[in-house]
């Protein structure tokens, strides 16, 4: 029996309309890849500062655990101002040896802890402003918050120290005090050194020149002789302190009431 072929006519309307939508429907799923890919894309050039270089945000392969990532995204944008203590005046308190030769300067250690929290922050999308010890851009200055990184002298003591300005202490001065004094010994195993908190701190000069609306600390890292091994050949685990201080001040945080637990990182000294 002879096959018979049936063919179907279909309105030339219906089939039209149909590849018209089928062809929108391809378009559209084309864009959301598009969209998806470039957003993906996005994530992963902003990522790679935090996680390129062996898990150093400098990308230098250093003892460091990463930022707090709430932290980097409360950073971006905000003005941040750090005193190299003693920078462009003297060398601060010295080490020498027994020839009187000069071995470590505390405005070297200074500077090495300054440059390594400024590049970090930076890479965090904040605008760093690096301040020599009597800057005239001290006067009147406002940020987010100003940090004068010092270090003691020459002893066979150990231990950090902070202080906020003692004739006009406010909230914010207060809550920066706590995150230092909640991460910086958290990342350097270094003591609390409150005897030796001078006047020369709470009535720092700098504190006096800034806007009275910035909040401002100064942060004494060690002592060049008790602590010199940390100070002199660890300064980016001592940046590390120094700069998850600050993010816990960026973020809102107040470690004297609810503090974010704290990343585990390598021993202060070998």
Same mark, same amino acid.
Not at 72 to 95: E, K, W
Not at 96 to 103: I, R, Y
Not at 238 to 244: C, D, K, L, R, Y
């Given at each position: 029996?002879?096959?018979?072929? !049936?063919?179907v006519v279909?309105?030339?309307?219906? =089939?039209?309309n &149909?590849?018209?939508?089928q062809?929108?429907?391809?378009?559209?799923?084309?864009?959301?890849?598009?969209?998806?890919?470039?957003?993906?894309? =996005?994530?992963?050039?902003?990522?790679? $500062?935090?996680?390129? =270089? =062996?898990?150093?945000?400098?990308?230098?392969?250093?003892?460091?655990? &990463?930022?707090?990532?709430?932290?980097?995204?409360?950073?971006? +944008?905000?003005?941040?101002?750090?005193?190299?203590?003693?920078?462009?005046?003297?060398s601060?308190? #010295?080490?020498?040896?027994?020839?009187?030769?000069?071995?470590? *300067? !505390?405005?070297?250690?200074?500077?090495?802890?300054?440059?390594?929290?400024?590049?970090?922050?930076?890479?965090?999308?904040?605008?760093?402003?690096?301040?020599?010890?009597?800057?005239?851009?001290?006067? +009147?200055? !406002?940020?987010?918050?100003?940090?004068?990184?010092?270090?003691?002298?020459?002893?066979?003591?150990?231990?950090?120290?902070?202080?906020?300005?003692?004739?006009?202490?406010?909230?914010?001065?207060?809550?920066?005090?706590?995150?230092?004094?909640?991460?910086?010994?958290?990342?350097?195993?270094?003591?609390?050194?409150?005897?030796?908190v001078?006047?020369?701190?709470?009535?720092?000069?700098?504190?006096?020149?800034?806007?009275?609306? *910035?909040?401002?600390?100064?942060?004494?890292?060690?002592?060049?002789?008790?602590?010199?091994?940390?100070? /002199?050949?660890? $300064?980016?685990? #001592?940046?590390?302190?120094?700069?998850?201080?600050?993010l816990?001040?960026?973020?809102? /945080?107040? $470690?004297?009431?609810?503090?974010?637990?704290?990343?585990?990182?390598?021993?202060?000294i070998?």
């Amino acid at each position: 029996m002879p096959l018979r072929r !049936e063919v179907v006519v279909q309105p030339l309307g219906l =089939g039209y309309n &149909g590849g018209v939508r089928q062809s929108a429907l391809v378009r559209a799923q084309r864009i959301i890849v598009f969209i998806i890919v470039a957003a993906l894309a =996005g994530i992963a050039l902003l990522a790679v $500062p935090f996680f390129g =270089g =062996g898990g150093s945000p400098a990308g230098d392969g250093s003892a460091w655990n &990463g930022l707090f990532a709430q932290g980097s995204l409360r950073a971006a +944008g905000r003005q941040i101002a750090l005193i190299s203590g003693h920078a462009g005046n003297d060398s601060g308190a #010295v080490c020498e040896d027994d020839a009187g030769v000069a071995t470590l *300067t !505390e405005a070297a250690v200074n500077a090495a802890v300054v440059e390594r929290t400024a590049e970090t922050l930076r890479r965090s999308g904040a605008f760093v402003t690096v301040l020599d010890e009597f800057d005239d851009r001290l006067q +009147g200055l !406002e940020a987010e918050l100003l940090l004068s990184i010092h270090a003691d002298s020459c002893v066979d003591a150990s231990g950090y120290k902070a202080a906020s300005y003692a004739l006009r202490t406010t909230p914010a001065d207060e809550r920066l005090l706590a995150c230092i004094d909640h991460y910086y010994p958290a990342a350097t195993a270094l003591p609390h050194h409150t005897d030796t908190v001078t006047h020369n701190m709470t009535e720092y000069h700098a504190f006096a020149k800034i806007a009275p609306t *910035t909040p401002a600390a100064i942060l004494e890292l060690g002592f060049l002789g008790g602590d010199r091994v940390l100070l /002199e050949t660890q $300064p980016d685990l #001592v940046a590390h302190g120094v700069t998850e201080s600050i993010l816990c001040f960026l973020r809102d /945080e107040d $470690p004297r009431i609810a503090p974010t637990p704290i990343p585990a990182v390598e021993s202060a000294i070998p």
